[in-house]
């Protein structure tokens, strides 16, 4: 049977007609909809983890108790998870291990533009990349048979064109595959250093083993040709388009790299390309193996995505295209109207990010929507690194205050106009891993003040269940975790939870904690406005009559709020009704009531 699917969902089809009987993973676009869909499917055990890490730990731990497992995260939860990768690669496994990881090249959705296959290569783990949808069922399912026929896991690395893109796909029943007996095996499966080092032999065996089978995943299209483009995955389909008159070489698995499938092609053509999104990691293998004239960066940006027009502006047009920073849209050379990204209305972030702009206070951020507090009118953060990190940076940036006062010969730093610096993170990102930063701050005596923005959901992948909902990935009740028990127990004495939107209580409540001399933890509580069960009633509208036309409305960064001419007004349609609004008009002019007939 034929269906149209997201690369995403071929991905879960694949796990699940393999016979996967673990998957655990944390969401994170754009890889989320690969666990989403398998929760969906029978005879699967599916779980949305704490971070990346324990996901991993728990595929591993699947997989070495015999069944066949799956973790799916995009690539920044891959560095979060690498730590057991790296050492999974020389215990190897018992039941098939798959990690499936999503590049965002573009950065559509992600703080930085990271290359996957780096990984592969520095932990010797095969990685295969598919090129659509039903090469993404195809690849899952092969992946892990070859998980077991060569004792490794094995990484299938996406990217966001792939993962959300459709087409259509053959697919098959889900043919169970029993659980392998467990064999107690110290040798193998505990990685003390005396048996690393005799394991580390097998994995170089293992590579050269898995070097003859790259050949195998090779597929050469219409050669003969003068021009010859050796590619992977979605690039794969660009360069069909682009060069439709030329030599292909598709490459499946990109780790090991088919040194004799490369070599032999290379010698069939006069002049070879490499086409590959981000670094130059196909590029580098060929000229290491001998083959100096191949050419890629010379013609390709190494920025973002590739795609067909560029690939043909770029070779057919300029000689050095990779030095134009952000290469041309493939859509269309007409302007477009700017619509920049915004907190959505209703959004409880709002009453923090107004509070903080408001107090010229140093914020350090995190990852999630609430990064968005960073833009105007707000421009209410200083700095988001990475998930988890504004805990430990705000600390950082304490300490660092308090050793340059000492050192300071009146005792006092130089006045930067802050009057104060707190942590900003959300409840599912402080779960992830902001729990750790928040006990080193009161391990080592700091007095950072840390708002965790809880807006009972992971709000920016599309609504995810997390330890502190109460609901498990199928909806199922399960425990929910306390965060105000939970602060207390790592040795914060001063905790309390406040409704971001009452802005005058929670103004106070800032200004309370960044003077206390020790540490704190403001829960800024308010369920995110999209939610189903939130409800505020009518739309909010703008009596003109009583408008005074200050302006202070647009200070809210609310969508809902529009100027129309020396007028403002609330777009009806996007208005949720939260009433945010309302309590800072000084002129009563915003109100919740049904409008006149006349609108005004």
């Known amino acids: 049977m034929r269906e149209l699917l997201l690369g995403n969902e071929a991905v879960a089809r694949g796990a699940w007609e393999a016979g996967v009987h673990v998957v655990s993973s944390y969401p994170g676009t754009p890889s989320t909809e690969i666990t989403e869909t398998l ?10 983890s704490p971070n990346e890490k324990v996901s991993a730990e728990v595929a591993a731990g699947a997989s070495i108790g015999g069944g066949r497992a799956m973790c799916c995260m995009k ?3 891959l560095n979060v998870a690498a730590d057991p990768l790296f050492t999974l690669s020389y215990s190897g496994v018992n039941g098939g291990l798959v990690f499936a990881v999503a590049d965002d090249p573009g950065l559509f959705s992600s703080q930085n533009d990271q290359d996957s296959r780096f990984y592969a290569l520095s932990a010797h783990v095969p990685m295969l990349e598919p090129s659509d949808s039903e090469e993404c069922l195809e690849y899952t399912k092969k992946a892990f048979a070859l998980s077991e026929k060569y004792d490794t896991p094995v990484i299938l690395r996406l990217t966001t064109r792939v993962s959300h893109s459709r087409s259509l796909v053959d697919v098959g029943e889900r043919k169970p595959v029993p659980k392998k007996p467990y064999k107690k095996d110290i040798r193998k499966y ?16 293992r590579d050269a083993a898995l070097s003859a089978e790259s050949d195998s995943w090779v597929k050469l299209i ?17 360069v069909r388009e682009a060069f439709p008159d030329a030599s292909v070489l598709k490459l499946g698995m990109i780790y090991p790299l088919p040194e004799a499938a490369i070599k032999e092609f290379a010698a069939s053509c006069e002049e070879l390309l490499i086409v590959e999104e981000l670094e130059p990691y196909i590029e580098n293998f060929v000229h290491q193996i001998g083959i100096p004239y191949a050419e890629g960066k010379k013609y390709f940006t190494p920025l973002g995505e590739l795609g067909t027009e560029k690939l043909k502006n770029s070779y057919y047009g300029t000689t050095a295209p990779c030095a134009k920073i952000g290469a041309e849209s493939d859509l269309s050379t007409e302007d477009a109207p700017s619509r920049p990204p915004t907190l959505c209305p209703g959004c409880p972030h709002r009453g923090v990010f107004y509070t903080l702009s408001r107090l010229k206070l140093r914020v350090t951020g995190d990852i999630g929507c609430y990064t968005l507090g960073a833009t105007e009118p707000y421009k209410a953060m200083d700095a988001c690194i990475c998930m988890g990190a504004s805990v430990g940076m705000s600390h950082g940036m304490e300490k660092a205050e308090k050793c340059a006062a000492a050192e300071a010969e009146n005792g006092t730093c130089a006045d930067d106009g802050i009057r104060g610096t707190v942590a900003v993170i959300g409840d599912s990102t402080f779960i ?43 909806m199922e009740d399960t425990y929910p975790i306390d965060l105000t028990m939970l602060c207390r127990a790592v040795g914060v004495n001063r905790v309390r939870v406040e409704d971001p939107f009452d802005l005058k209580k929670f103004r106070e409540a800032v200004l309370e904690e960044i003077a206390a001399p020790e540490p704190s933890v403001i829960i800024a509580q308010r369920p995110c406005a999209l939610l189903k069960g939130v409800n505020y009633g009518l739309p909010v509208y703008i009596d003109g009559s009583a408008c005074r036309r200050c302006g202070a409305c647009m200070k809210l960064g609310c ?6 001419g020396n007028d403002y007004r609330i777009d009806r349609s996007l208005c949720l009704g939260c009433g945010f609004c309302v309590q800072m008009c000084h002129f009563g002019a915003m109100k919740k009531e049904q409008p006149p007939a006349d609108g005004k």
């Open 432 to 474: 992830h891993s902001g729990i750790t930063g928040l006990i080193n701050v009161v391990y080592n005596k700091g007095a950072s003040t840390v708002i965790i923005l809880d807006n009972s959901i992971t709000g920016m992948t599309g609504h995810q269940q997390n330890p502190t909902t109460g609901k498990t990935i199928r």
């Open 559 to 564: 969508p809902a709020i529009l100027k129309d």
């Open 222 to 238: 219409n050669p003969g040709q003068k021009l010859g483009i050796i590619t992977s995955g979605i690039c794969y389909q660009y």
């Open 39 to 48: 929760a969906k499917l029978s005879g699967v055990y599916c779980e949305w």
């Open 190 to 205: 505990v990685m003390m250093p005396g048996m690393a080092k005799k394991r580390q032999a097998v994995v170089k065996e």
């Open 75 to 77: 690539h920044v939860g």
